[in-house]
């Protein structure tokens, strides 16, 4: 079973070159792509993706707060990535949940492995949600 993906960043050439590394991998699933954070709280919201791939310093304004997005991807692994790599961009990280933060300039080497690492992760939250909804029983 594949690993479905949606990714979200405002700058075309940084999207396709994303593309193109994943399609690369057979169990990666692209679902769908957009361009701002109000587009990745409505294709989250519709198609319910494995893990988001979230640009955390996109041009447009920042039409949502953290809290929203926060917790308009509930249910998703966030994997954020970013040019910088500052205190700021930690900090904004963290406050939007993601699990793991990417510096762009190291995407080759290490966002497959990320979005595995993520992936795991929700499946075994997801089986661990299920064993204590048992017990409770």
Do not use: Y
Not at 39 to 66: C, F, G, W, Y
Not at 78 to 105: M, P, V
Request: with cysteine.
């Amino acid at each position: 079973m594949s690993t479905t993906v949606l990714l979200v960043d405002d700058n075309n050439l940084v999207r396709k070159a994303i593309v193109r590394l994943l399609r690369g991998d057979p169990d990666i699933q692209i679902l769908a792509e957009g361009s701002s954070f109000a587009q990745t709280l409505e294709l989250a919201s519709k198609l319910r993706p494995q893990v988001i791939i979230l640009d955390l310093h996109m041009n447009h304004e920042m039409s949502v707060t953290p809290a929203q997005l926060k917790s308009g991807l509930m249910g998703s692994r966030l994997l954020a990535i970013s040019i910088w790599n500052d205190d700021e961009t930690k900090s904004l990280a963290k406050a939007i949940g993601a699990d793991i933060l990417l510096d762009k300039t190291n995407l080759a080497a290490e966002l497959i492995p990320a979005i595995r690492n993520c992936a795991n992760n929700r499946k075994i939250e997801l089986l661990l949600n299920a064993l204590e909804a048992g017990a409770s029983d």
